[in-house]
């Protein structure tokens, strides 16, 4: 299982950015896909995410209302739509994917998302 994350960047506060994830292999309608974040000297958190058959999605409550997590499921794509970023979305996203929600067993690269003030 390979997870490719792509399109983190620098914006600035209040400014929006796309997180885009391309899972490779069959994805079972069971699974969960989503993205956790590690900001400087934290440890990692949950952020949002999706049930692939249903496409149920779950957010942290420090992003609900601004960020809004969908799915291409011919593409194998989740996709994490950002707006109103704030200096405290700094980090580095995670794709994930597992079986359980907040629980993931296959970890992306990582890609970085800046915000400044």
């Known amino acids: 299982v390979q997870l490719q994350a792509s399109g983190g960047g620098l914006v600035a506060a209040g400014g929006s950015l796309r997180l885009s994830c391309a899972a490779s292999?069959?994805?079972?309608?069971?699974?969960?896909m989503g993205w956790f974040r590690q900001a400087p000297g934290k440890e990692r958190e949950f952020v949002a995410e999706v049930r692939w058959g249903v496409g149920s999605t779950y957010y942290a409550d420090s992003v609900k209302g601004r960020f809004t997590l969908s799915r291409d499921t011919a593409k194998n794509t989740v996709y994490l739509q950002m707006n109103s970023l704030k200096p405290e979305d700094t980090a580095v996203y995670f794709c994930t994917r597992g079986s359980n929600l907040r629980t993931p067993v296959y970890w992306g690269q990582g890609t970085l998302v800046t915000v400044s003030s």
């Open positions: 292999g069959r994805i079972f309608s069971s699974a969960v």
